[in-house]
């Protein structure tokens, strides 16, 4: 027989008759398995902390928002977010899915070239494209994004000695009710500056404006502002066909939908809250054909999704270092995993839930990680039932910018794993080892 867990007792104000703000009390759910996986089975083989990621959900996701858009519209490309989740097996899962890739350095333009993207089917957004990264986009055909005058000059001159004529678009930044305003990148719509920036590059003959370009903001828990923002980018386009009679082949509105996480501060859940793909398509869709754009000349509409299409797909394991008693009386309770590895806990309430099956009784309680700093908390207070030292906790919904934005600091990190449609797990990128961070160093000879 298993000896019962002693859970030390613990004094609680109880307002008789009163639920939580939800109507509801509180109800400990655990997740113990991932697709089917037995999520200690994951711990045993691949270690803990571990990345895990869902190549059904991908495909899934990605075919919800394909569908909400082209039972819309004629013309619909995807490009898959690079910075979001640049992982090679994710970003091959999405360009198998029809996606091409929009990158925003030079590094991640190599990794698509590498992944088998064609140079036609990567768009190069971003501010700091060096004088290489534009050659080889001209070279490749790729569309150029342009961010600023100043790229706009370089790559007029860098067209004086090249054959070909690069394909370009602007970005253009705007009033779309969003605050804060969105003015850092592109040329903007209000004053004038983005129509002065297309006149100039429609007069610059070793020039080819193909599309228009927008990003208006990240987590944006509305539609409205994206039917505000094509309806702009529609009227570019019909002073374009007016005054030159050119028609641009594509608007391209970015991204920046939600994802069901919940935003720290935020009253109601995310899942709860969050637009659905078609909520945005209905708004997006209705404000180009409400333009005064041709009917034959309808621009392809490209979407450069990240976050809404990934994160449902990642999730984290972790395992529980130990408990203790702050000063003030309140309860933590420390993981192995931490802010360095889950960077989007500074703006989401990440959820976290025990993989075993546990106790009613939950605490508040201050989720932290294992760094040796003051802001490695993952969750400030959060209702949570008492774990013992290595019980495991899953974390899911990170599958967007947590590998990306992940550091190497004070520990490793972990291995990332991939279920495939079958149910097979593979290693997609290995856990760190000392030789990893050290092999790039070099030791002076004065120092050996």
């Keep these: ?19 939580d703000k939800f109507g509801m009390k509180p109800r400990i759910k655990n997740i113990s398995d991932i697709q089917d996986i037995k999520v200690t089975e994951l711990v045993e083989k691949y270690g803990s902390p571990v990345y895990v990621l869902s190549e059904q959900t991908i495909e899934d996701t990605f075919a919800e928002a394909k569908n909400a858009f082209t039972t819309r ?43 088998g993207v064609s140079g036609e089917k990567i768009i190069f957004n971003g501010p700091t494209k060096s004088e290489d990264d534009l050659r080889l986009a001209i070279k490749n055909k790729s569309l150029i994004h342009i961010d600023h005058f100043d790229e706009l000059y370089t790559l007029i001159e860098i067209a004086k000695t090249t054959d070909t004529k690069p394909r370009v678009a602007i970005r253009v930044n705007m009033d779309t009710t969003i605050y804060p305003r969105w003015d850092r990148f592109g040329f903007n719509y209000e004053n004038g500056e983005a129509w002065t920036a297309i006149n100039r590059i429609m007069v610059e ?54 994802s069901k996480n ?31 754009i041709e009917p034959q000349h309808l621009p392809i509409l490209i979407f ?38 889950l960077f989007t806990s500074f703006w989401y309430d990440l959820e976290i839930y025990p993989a075993q099956n546990v106790s009613s009784h939950a605490e508040d309680t201050t989720i932290y990680g294992p760094l040796c700093m003051n802001i490695d908390v993952l969750r400030a207070a959060v209702k949570f039932p008492h774990l013992q030292k290595d019980d495991i906790v899953v974390i899911p919904r990170i599958g967007a910018y947590n ?4 550091l190497q600091f004070i520990t490793m990190r972990p291995n990332v794993v991939l279920i495939d449609k079958q149910g097979v797990t593979h290693i997609v990128r290995e856990a760190e080892t000392v030789l990893t961070i050290t092999d790039s160093e070099r030791m002076p000879e004065y120092l050996k």
């Design 205 to 258: 003959p070793t020039l080819d404006l193909v599309g228009l370009h927008t990003h208006i903001g990240t987590y944006v828990m509305s539609p409205v502002p994206y039917g505000i923002a094509a309806a702009k980018l529609a009227d570019l386009a019909v002073n374009i066909s007016k005054k030159f009679n050119h028609h641009i082949k594509y608007i391209d509105m970015g991204g920046g939908f939600a």
């Design 73 to 115: 519209y004629p013309k619909v490309q995807f490009a898959w977010s690079y910075k979001t989740n640049y992982l090679n097996a994710v970003c091959k899962i999405f360009h198998a899915q029809g996606s091409w890739a929009e990158v925003v350095s030079g590094f991640e333009y190599a990794k698509a070239l590498q992944n």
């Design 1 to 19: 027989m298993e000896k019962r867990r002693y859970e030390s007792p613990v004094i609680t104000r109880i307002s008789a008759g009163v639920t």
């Design 403 to 406: 590998m990306t934005q992940w």
């Design 262 to 292: 919940t935003l720290k501060g935020a009253y109601l859940p995310g899942k709860d809250t969050c637009p659905m793909f078609d909520e945005y398509a209905e708004s997006i869709v209705n404000a180009i054909f409400n333009s005064a």
């Design 304 to 341: 450069e999704t990240g976050r809404a299409l990934v994160d449902d797909a990642g999730t984290a394991i972790a395992s529980v270092i130990a408990n203790k008693r702050m000063a003030d009386g309140r309860r933590a309770m420390i993981l192995n995993i931490g802010v360095n590895m």
